[in-house]
Nanobody, 115 residues
């Protein structure tokens, strides 16, 4: 079974940057989209950004202009570059692969924005 391994979370001051990575444990066929979600403390999980294999990219309004999603199809890896981080970006970040009609989730990585 394919597993997603995330890395890059941590503690950063407001205005700082982090880059998250998510790699699949093996090659994936019928990969349709890669994305990032987050779950702030006490809140529901929400979409941050998603990129489809066809190249379409969607961002949550709250991160537009600050976050950039990118991917390396050959490595089955998706990245999330986060700049100008704010305290409200604090959350557990999860990567998500859409394979056919099935969703695969990473284990989550904590991002904390605090001085």
């Amino acid at each position: 079974q394919v597993q997603l391994v995330e890395s890059g979370g941590g503690l950063v001051p407001p205005g700082g940057s982090l880059r998250l990575s998510c790699a699949a444990s093996e090659s994936i066929f019928r990969l349709n989209a890669m994305g990032w979600y987050r779950q702030p403390p006490g809140k529901q999980r929400e979409l941050v950004a998603v990129t489809t294999i066809s190249g379409r990219t969607t961002y949550a309004n709250s991160v537009k202009g600050r976050f950039t999603i990118s991917r390396d199809n050959a490595k089955n890896t998706v990245y999330l570059q986060m700049n100008s981080l704010k305290p409200e970006d604090t959350a557990v970040y999860y990567c998500n692969f859409l394979v056919g009609a099935d969703q695969i989730w990473g284990q989550g990585t904590q991002v904390t924005v605090s001085s």
